[in-house]
T-cell receptor
Framework: AQSVTQLGSHVSVSEGALVLLRCNYS??????LFWYVQYPNQGLQLLLK??????LVKGINGFEAEFKKSETSFHLTKPSAHMSDAAEYFC??????????FGQGTRLTINP | GAGVSQSPRYKVAKRGQDVALRCDPI?????LFWYQQALGQGPEFLTY????????KSGLPSDRFFAERPEGSVSTLKIQRTQQEDSAVYLC??????????????FGDGTRLSIL
């Protein structure tokens, strides 16, 4: 069975600092991997996805993630945090069945 | 509209009542998904439609939960004899084609269901 573990339910960084949100997955075959962002009282918005090809994936709003098969990781980064990045972030995996399996989420807080 | 539309946005019901939640997917999207998101948790899969066919309902927590998509567009999630543990945000998502996982799922803003 697929599963996703997000390390750290809360992450707090200063404005302008590096953002690093960690995600590890468990899958018997190479999966498809996604990062979604959720603002309060809203649905999920796709930030980026990895399917095949280049392991460094660039997404919207300056975010990127690197697929590391040897570490079964798909960590999300952004070089410089902005106040508008404060939200809940979800890592998700799918494998053939199309349904997404989500992690527990990481709440990102940006300190001025 | 351009996005996935869900209604109502908020629903309060008394324990034991039946509720119906509606999802209007993006026009032309073949695949439709329902997820349940408990407070402070990630969304969990409930069921999946390809056009009008319900191909996967493995995530429905009990036989009180029923979903349909009779004409392959609008979908309704019905919960009978609601219980307090049904309180959650119910998210609907649609994607363009059923083939492959390159197609992203587009999410609605959800229906927040509170059972008193």
């Amino acid at each position: 069975a697929q599963s996703v573990t997000q390390l750290g339910s809360h992450v707090s960084v200063s404005e302008g600092a590096l953002v690093l949100l960690r995600c590890n997955y468990s899958s018997s075959v190479p999966p498809y991997l996604f990062w979604y962002v959720q603002y309060p009282n809203q649905g999920l918005q796709l930030l980026l996805k990895y399917t095949t090809g280049a392991t460094l994936v660039k997404g919207i709003n300056g975010f990127e993630a690197e697929f590391k098969k040897s570490e079964t990781s798909f960590h999300l980064t952004k070089p410089s945090a902005h106040m508008s990045d404060a939200a809940e972030y979800f890592c998700a995996v799918s494998k053939g069945a199309q349904k997404l399996v989500f992690g527990q989420g990481t709440r990102l807080t940006i300190n001025p | 509209g351009a996005g996935v539309s869900q209604s109502p946005r908020y629903k309060v019901a008394k324990r034991g009542q039946d509720v119906a939640l509606r999802c209007d997917p993006i026009s032309g999207h073949v695949s439709l998904f329902w997820y349940q998101q408990a407070l402070g948790q990630g969304p969990e899969f409930l069921t999946y439609f390809q056009n009008e066919a319900q191909l996967d309902k493995s995530g429905l927590p009990s036989d009180r939960f029923f979903a349909e998509r009779p004409e392959g567009s609008v979908s309704t999630l019905k919960i009978q004899r609601t219980q307090q543990e049904d309180s959650a945000v119910y998210l609907c998502a649609s994607s363009l084609t059923p083939q492959g996982n390159n197609q992203p799922q587009h999410f609605g803003d959800g229906t927040r269901l509170s059972i008193l």
